[in-house]
T-cell receptor
Framework: RKEVEQDPGPFNVPEGATVAFNCTYS??????FFWYRQDCRKEPKLLMS???SGNEDGRFTAQLNRASQYISLLIRDSKLSDSATYLC?????????????FGQGTTLQVKP | DAGVTQSPTHLIKTRGQQVTLRCSPK?????VSWYQQALGQGPQFIFQ???????QRGNFPDRFSGHQFPNYSSELNVNALLLGDSALYLC??????????????FGEGSWLTVV
């Protein structure tokens, strides 16, 4: 079993749609959680951190459920520019010194 | 303020050869981690360097080695290259005592093709 699992997709949605990505992790000792965005042939870039209380950044909402070891990302009112691969990331140990464990990534394609 | 820089950006090597990839972390950062990303996969942790020493290592063979210099820059060396080593190699920069809000930054990566 992979340490971090995501549905690879692709998710093909029309502009304006709401889309949700899910991610599960296997190590209950995980301490920090993130969503990264990766455009084609580019480096991953931090999209947002994920907290148990949930956090929102504009059209993006992230949620963590520690009991179920489950992380989600919701994108509302999808834009063409949201087309990318979204990587679920978990860190064991301190966020400054721990290694990042990436999921496979979920590909989103937003169509006009 | 320079971000994370990696070189070379693209290279082609032959099986059995050796390769060295280089990374300069973001200004003020002291910790460098290396990741391998094969096509269609998420990045996989290779190892992390801090204070010129390897602090953590992922599940990679000894053919993968590294180094960190006093100026915090780092090198990744891969010996006896295999076709399966073809991937995007990413360098990540961070500050070990930067607090919980410290962000990890990635370089644009080095694309390695082994033929």
């Amino acid at each position: 079993r992979k340490e971090v699992e995501q549905d690879p997709g692709p998710f093909n949605v029309p502009e304006g749609a709401t889309v949700a990505f899910n991610c599960t992790y296997s190590n209950s000792a995980s301490q920090s959680f993130f969503w990264y965005r990766q455009d084609c042939r580019k480096e991953p870039k931090l999209l947002m951190s994920v907290y148990s209380s949930g956090n929102e950044d504009g059209r993006f909402t992230a949620q963590l459920n520690r009991a179920s070891q489950y992380i989600s990302l919701l994108i509302r009112d999808s834009k063409l520019s949201d087309s990318a691969t979204y990587l679920c990331v978990v860190i064991y140990g301190s966020g400054n010194t721990g290694k990042l464990i990436f999921g496979q990534g979920t590909t989103l394609q937003v169509k006009p | 303020d320079a971000g994370v820089t990696q070189s070379p950006t693209h290279l082609i090597k032959t099986r059995g050869q050796q390769v060295t990839l280089r990374c300069s972390p973001k200004s003020g950062h002291d910790t460098v981690s290396w990741y391998q990303q094969a096509l269609g996969q998420g990045p996989q942790f290779i190892f992390q360097y801090y204070e010129e020493e390897e602090r953590q290592r992922g599940n990679f063979p000894d053919r993968f080695s590294g180094h960190q210099f006093p100026n915090y820059s780092s090198e990744l060396n891969v010996n006896a290259l295999l076709l399966g080593d073809s991937a995007l190699y990413l360098c990540a920069s961070s500050l070990t005592n930067g607090g919980s809000g410290n962000t990890i930054y990635f370089g644009e990566g080095s694309w390695l093709t082994v033929v």
